[in-house]
């Protein structure tokens, strides 16, 4: 993580973490890479393909 105080959404996000759950951020070189975290413009994609 380069800033500490993105932590927060990252555990949260972790904590939650089941099929469905994303994390959406517009500074995704703040977080590991992972597939549950996503842009807004790639959240909305998922979101027109349910």
Do not use: C, S, W
Not at 12 to 40: S, W
């Amino acid at each position: 993580m380069i800033d500490p105080k993105d932590l927060v959404f990252y555990e949260v996000a972790m904590t939650k973490r089941d099929e469905d759950a994303y994390l959406v951020t517009g500074n995704k070189k703040h977080f590991p890479e992972k597939a549950f975290i996503v842009t807004p413009t790639e959240m909305l994609e998922i979101m027109d393909q349910k």
